[in-house]
């Protein structure tokens, strides 16, 4: 019997973002791969409802409730990884925010915050991580079109997401000779939590015009994306930025 490429069997992956949207179907889909997740967010609620989608698939999950922001939250999460499995294979860095402001509006608050969550704690946890990592590990970003292209009133998300693009592929780089992969996924819109409230019924129509695929995606476009690369079947596949976006950005 062969075994594919694709599956994730004996690998352990920590998951940021876990209680919510992308990062919670991304878990979802490695115990569905065969792999075990540690769930990383920090409602403790909505991370129990995450794990027990997880568990579902009959992999072993843990959860671990961390505001990443802190300067103790990566060695905690891998502390509680370590305790609960003994070994870490993969991360990713799917926790993100998105604060829609003009650029009149971006405080310094907007502006650190972009700063602080979505670039800050996902390369301080992957500082953290990457020395547990043995060859054939696997870094997986949650980027977004919005590292690729510029959008009004999104600067201070789009510098978060570039920054994100340009250290997926230093660090890429920089892991690989050791058999370290790092990439990332950039999705394009995507119905969940995080524009629930921002996607109006004008907003929609303007972005199913703008979308060769003619919808908005859903979670289960992007998790698909994330599971391959960190399993085997992506073994060469090196810094590189995964668009999922509907063929947003390649008009
Ligand atoms: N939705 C889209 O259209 C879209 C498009 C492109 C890229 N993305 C990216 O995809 C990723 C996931 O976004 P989503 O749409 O799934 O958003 P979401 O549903 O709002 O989920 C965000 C996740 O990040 C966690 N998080 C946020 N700040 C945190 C912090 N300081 N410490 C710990 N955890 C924190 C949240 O944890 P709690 O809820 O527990 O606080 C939650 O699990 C983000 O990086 C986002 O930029 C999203």
């Not at 704690?121 to 991580?129: C, M």
């Not at 547990?132 to 870094?139: E, R, T, W, Y």
Request: some cysteine; hydrophobic content about 45%.
């Amino acid at each position: 019997m062969t075994t594919s490429p694709f599956r994730l069997d004996g690998t352990v992956t920590v998951v940021t973002g876990a209680s919510s949207g992308i990062g919670a179907e991304i878990a979802r889909a490695v115990g569905e791969a065969g792999g075990d997740v540690l769930l990383v967010g920090r409602s403790a609620g909505r991370l129990t409802a995450s794990l027990d989608a997880v568990a579902a698939t009959g992999a072993r999950a843990a959860v671990a409730a961390v505001e990443l922001r802190d300067d103790a939250a990566p060695q905690a999460v891998v502390d509680a990884a370590l305790a609960e499995f003994g070994r870490i294979d993969g991360l990713v860095n799917a926790a993100g925010i998105y604060r829609m402001a003009a650029l009149a509006d971006t405080t310094d608050e907007v502006l650190d915050e972009h700063w602080e969550v979505n670039v800050r704690a996902p390369y301080r946890l992957t500082r953290e991580v990457a020395p547990h990592l043995g060859d054939g590990g696997s870094i997986v970003f949650v980027s977004s079109m919005s590292g690729h292209v510029g959008s009004p009133n999104d600067s201070a998300y789009c510098a978060s997401k570039g920054a994100i693009e340009l250290v997926v592929k230093a660090l890429g780089t920089e892991l690989a000779p050791r058999g370290v992969r790092v990439n990332a996924v950039a999705p394009g819109n995507v119905h969940t939590s995080m524009n629930a409230e921002l996607i109006t019924p004008e907003l929609e129509a303007e972005i199913l015009a703008t979308t060769p695929a003619g919808r908005i995606g859903e979670v289960g476009d992007i998790a698909p994306a994330v599971v391959y690369l960190l399993s085997g079947a992506s073994r060469y596949v090196v810094g590189t930025s995964l668009r999922v976006d509907g063929g947003f950005t390649a008009q």
